[in-house]
């Protein structure tokens, strides 16, 4: 059995496990167990040896359902975790202790809970998964949903990060360490998004056509998502062993001729119509100084074109592309 094979067992069977994402991203590991089998026990391991900050994720559809708000309208976190107001359920007393945090998990985690049954703030930390999961984030909010809906079980996932006795944050050594302290599994992010690419894909790529963009000759890939969303890919010439590949947020004309990003833009295109690779268009909200932040449906359109080794062409060697490695990507350098 393979360790996310392994990990989806633990998780369906009321056990906990150690999930870790990329040593280039936050570099943390997290203790994670399904909310439908929370237990005071739990609760208590969770807050006295992890010691993290005990959080709720959770659908897109269990949290609409319980009319949890984004905590902030504009998010500038580094990796934009979607945080909503904090809950206890109606019931509890203050709220704080092992054993009416556990009742407020279990009540989010029932699909016959309301609105009403819960107070606003609270000491629980609801965060709100992307939609595709760790194929479209990957994050450990979205790789926790992932192991539960995977296990068949109600998407909510119990996770609170490990912290070490001195304060600082775990990482892969001490986390090995803590795993066989406390006989739990390990299972990495990347491992994840490997198993569901085995079994799925978020994109389509619905037409290829021979195209000019910008004056230069290209293969144009139209892709349609799960979400409906349309990506489109420019290729130039034959895929190589090492790809230039430019991602770029679809924006209107006049955004784009006045951002002053059409040079940095054009620029791009007239490098790869030269070099050859991939010019990645994609749809949807740009956040966070300009940077794409789609990079799982970015990934996977590069996956499907039979792309392996990029340079990227970006001044910004920003921490989130270390996301693409998670795909199979192996970002050889950064090209401005």
């Known amino acids: ?32 167990f399904a909310a439908t089998f929370s ?13 993290g900050v005990l959080c709720l994720a959770l659908n897109e ?8 708000n984004l905590m902030v309208d504009k998010n500038t976190s580094c990796h934009e975790t979607a945080f909503t107001v904090t809950i206890d359920a109606k019931n509890t007393t203050t709220g704080v202790s092992a054993y009416e945090r556990d009742v407020t998990i279990r009540l989010a985690a029932d699909p ?10 609270g000491h629980i930390f609801p965060l709100i998964a992307k939609k595709g999961g760790v194929l479209s984030r990957t994050g450990h909010t979205e790789g926790s949903v992932d192991l539960c ?69 290209a293969l144009k890939c139209e892709i349609l998502d799960h979400r409906g969303e349309r990506h489109y890919a420019f290729v130039f010439g034959e895929i190589k062993e090492k790809t230039a590949v430019k991602f770029h947020q679809i924006s209107s004309d006049v955004e784009l001729l006045c951002s002053g990003k059409f040079d940095d833009l054009r620029g791009s295109l007239e490098y790869l119509a030269k070099n050859g690779g991939v010019a990645v ?6 956040k966070c100084g300009g940077q794409v932040k789609d990079y799982g449906i970015g990934a996977q359109i590069l996956h499907k074109l ?25 970002i050889a350098g950064y090209k401005e």
């Open 1 to 32: 059995m393979d360790r996310v094979e392994q990990a989806i067992n633990d998780i369906k069977n009321g056990k906990m496990v150690v999930m870790v994402d990329d040593e280039d991203r936050e570099n943390e590991g997290d203790l994670v």
């Open 112 to 121: 016959m809970s309301k609105p009403e049954d819960f107070v606003r703030p």
């Open 306 to 330: 039979g792309v392996s080794r990029i340079e990227l062409l970006s001044a910004n060697k920003n921490k989130d592309f270390v996301a693409l490695k998670g795909f199979g990507l192996d």
């Open 39 to 51: 237990d005071t026990q739990k609760v208590n391991f969770a807050i006295t040896h992890a010691k």
């Open 61 to 68: 559809e269990i949290a609409r359902r319980l009319d949890l």
């Open 281 to 286: 268009f994609l749809q949807g909200e740009e």
């Open 149 to 217: 809906k995977l296990a068949g079980l109600t998407q909510a996932a119990v996770i609170c990060e490990i912290v070490k006795e001195d304060g600082n944050m775990a990482r892969r050594p001490d986390l090995e360490a803590f795993c066989e302290k406390f006989g739990l599994n390990m299972v990495s992010v990347s491992e994840l998004v490997q198993y569901r690419l085995k079994h799925e894909s978020l994109i389509e790529i619905k037409e290829k056509s021979e195209a000019k963009i910008a004056g230069f000759d």
